[in-house]
């Protein structure tokens, strides 16, 4: 599976953007997630999505304000962001995972990753 993150760029506090991760070589796996790594920290967990059940599972930072969702087709995941903070500036990753247990961590599957810089 290859993932091709795109979206990401300026935007001012308050504002939103949407983040898309298209898939290709297969459709996407039975978990697919959005991490980020800010400047100096560690990539860390943004949200999942069981894309059999549907079940999301986000980070408390973001629980509220970003949600995650799928096309019909499975092949595209998107993170919707919504009242984004400076906080939230960092590189935007997408990954999947076959195994249905994977949801914070242990992903097969990265893509390049996307900018999104919220400006104060």
């Known amino acids: 599976v290859q993932l091709q993150a795109s979206g990401g760029g300026l935007v001012q506090a308050g504002g939103s953007l949407r983040l898309s991760c298209a898939a290709s070589?297969?459709?996407?796996?039975?978990?697919a997630s959005w991490f980020r790594q800010a400047p100096g920290k560690e990539r860390e967990f943004v949200a999942a999505?069981?894309?059999?059940?549907?079940?999301?599972y986000y980070h408390n930072s973001v629980k509220g304000r970003f949600a995650i969702s799928r096309d019909n087709a499975k092949t595209t995941v998107y993170l919707q962001m919504n009242s984004l903070k400076p906080d939230d500036t960092a590189v935007y990753y997408c990954?999947?995972?076959?195994?249905?247990?994977?949801?914070?961590?242990?992903?097969?599957?990265w893509g390049q990753g996307t900018l999104v810089t919220v400006s104060s």
């Open positions: 999505l069981s894309l059999s059940g549907g079940v999301t």
């Open positions: 070589g297969r459709t996407f796996s039975s978990v």
């Open positions: 990954a999947a995972s076959p195994n249905s247990d994977t949801i914070y961590r242990g992903y097969d599957y």
